[in-house]
C-alpha cells in the first residue's frame, strides 16, 4: 500500500474513532497522554468563551448605522497598548468617489453612476 492510501485510511479510522467522542471526552482523553490540543470553537461559542474574553479579542462600539457592534480587535499586539480597529465598516458606497479619485477613474464618476457601475 502507498504512503498516500495509508493516510487516507487512517484519517478515516482517526475520523470515525473520534465522531463516537464528545469535546470533553476526546480532550479529557488527549490530555491524559500529554497530547497537544485545543477546542476548536463554534461560531456562537466565542463570545462566551473565557480565553477570548481574558485576551480581549473582541470589542464593542457604536457604529454609524448599525449601532453597537461587537468586533474582533486586531490580532497582532506590539505592546502593552491594545490596537482598536481603525474606523467601522463603511457603508456601501461611502468610499467610491475618494477611490476612483485615487485610481485616476475620478473624472468618470457621474458616468459610472448613471451605468449603474458604482453605488
Not at 492510501?5 to 473520534?18: E, P
Not at 497598548?81 to 485610481?103: N, R, S, V
Request: charged letters at 25%.
Amino acid at each position: 500500500m502507498n504512503l498516500p492510501a495509508l493516510a487516507r485510511l487512517l484519517t478515516r479510522d482517526i475520523a470515525h474513532a473520534m465522531a463516537k467522542l464528545s469535546r470533553e471526552d476526546a480532550l479529557a482523553r488527549f490530555g491524559a497522554e500529554d497530547v497537544p490540543c485545543g477546542v476548536v470553537r463554534e461560531l456562537d461559542e466565542l463570545h462566551t468563551d473565557r480565553q477570548v474574553a481574558t485576551n480581549g479579542t473582541f470589542v464593542e462600539r457604536g457604529h454609524p448605522i448599525c449601532g453597537r457592534l461587537r468586533e474582533p480587535r486586531p490580532p497582532v499586539r506590539f505592546g502593552p497598548e491594545p490596537l482598536e480597529p481603525a474606523a467601522p465598516a463603511p457603508a456601501l458606497g461611502e468610499h467610491t468617489d475618494a477611490i476612483l479619485h485615487e485610481i485616476g477613474g475620478g473624472h468618470r464618476i457621474a458616468e459610472l453612476r448613471a451605468r449603474g457601475v458604482v453605488a
